[in-house]
């Protein structure tokens, strides 16, 4: 079980299978230390192999979503990771870039190496590493008052933690070009417009659309879809006869499944099926 306390966020379960991780630094925007990152990486790779998981949703407290990154390190000692801590930086460049590649780019990494559905409830701000978050998850609902920005050339700093080549995935080369050069930070609804998140809601209900939407995806027919999401995110870097030879393979492995033959038995008695048995301890039959 995933459910418990962490560095910088707390996780739920809920009905029927949705873990719900919640940052809970808003005194800090929820910009996220090298434990938080730390933390929330194993703590994904745990999910993937917990079957009371299905649907992983992140939001956060406060008037932020995750506003970057926290240098200062402000607030009581950090408890210890789940298996170890990240050593200290040595300031020559070859310690930095271990620290980027191997840590700084974790965080999106993880989320997207999940095959288990993940969606971003965006509060509040958005920003670097927390941009790169929302980019990351396959679903994106933004609170209307939600603000989403890289914006870190306005300290002289690179988009180290992989957010640029999800803005070329999300946006195109040009319209990368523009937001990460002129700075842009931008308001849920343009958010929206250039394709960053995938719906928005007022405020108050934020939490509540990402919980209806994590129910419709957790009660479809999980083997299938975690096998489609990586075929979705495979196909945009494969040629046609790459995708279709990666979606047959696939196909092979989910139409033999019980929840196939628990979709085809329901759609032609015309009523609707019932999914994932074998997460429920249940046969086809039962």
């Not at 925007?29 to 938080?36: E, I, K, R, Y």
């Not at 200290?88 to 980027?100: G, T």
């Not at 640029?164 to 070009?177: C, Y």
């Not at 995806?217 to 990586?230: D, F, S, T």
């Amino acid at each position: 079980m995933i459910e418990g306390a962490y560095q910088g966020f707390d996780i739920e379960l809920r009905d029927p299978g949705i873990a719900v991780l919640t940052f809970n630094r808003p005194e800090r925007l929820n910009a996220m230390s090298w434990g938080t990152k730390r933390d929330l990486c194993e703590v994904l790779e745990l999910a993937q192999f917990d079957d009371d998981v299905r649907v992983v949703v992140l939001t956060g407290t406060g008037k932020g979503f995750v506003a970057g990154v926290d240098n200062k390190r402000s607030g009581p000692p950090e408890l210890p990771t789940l298996t170890w801590a990240v050593p200290p930086h040595a300031k020559v460049p070859l310690s930095l870039y271990e620290r980027l590649h191997y840590f700084a780019q974790d965080p999106a990494r993880a989320i997207r190496r999940l095959d288990k559905i993940t969606i971003a409830a965006v509060n509040g701000f958005a920003i670097q590493l927390g941009l790169t978050i929302t980019m990351a998850c396959d679903f994106a609902v933004a609170a209307r008052s939600a603000k989403l920005g890289s914006a870190t050339l306005r300290m002289g700093w690179q988009p180290d933690e992989g957010g640029h080549w999800l803005l070329v995935e999300h946006l195109g080369v040009k319209r990368a070009l523009d937001f990460v050069m002129r700075k842009r930070i931008v308001s849920a609804d343009e958010a929206l417009q250039l394709g960053l998140v995938s719906e928005v809601v007022d405020d108050e209900v934020l939490l509540d659309r990402a919980i209806e939407l994590a129910t419709e995806l957790a009660e479809g027919p999980q083997v299938a879809m975690r096998l489609l999401k990586k075929a979705i995110y495979n196909a945009a870097h494969l040629t046609f006869d790459q995708a279709g030879d990666d979606i047959a393979t696939k196909t092979a492995i989910s139409d033999f499944h019980q929840d196939a033959e628990a979709g085809k038995t329901a759609f032609y008695a015309k009523q609707p099926a019932h999914f994932n048995a074998w997460l429920e301890g249940q046969t086809a039959t039962d």
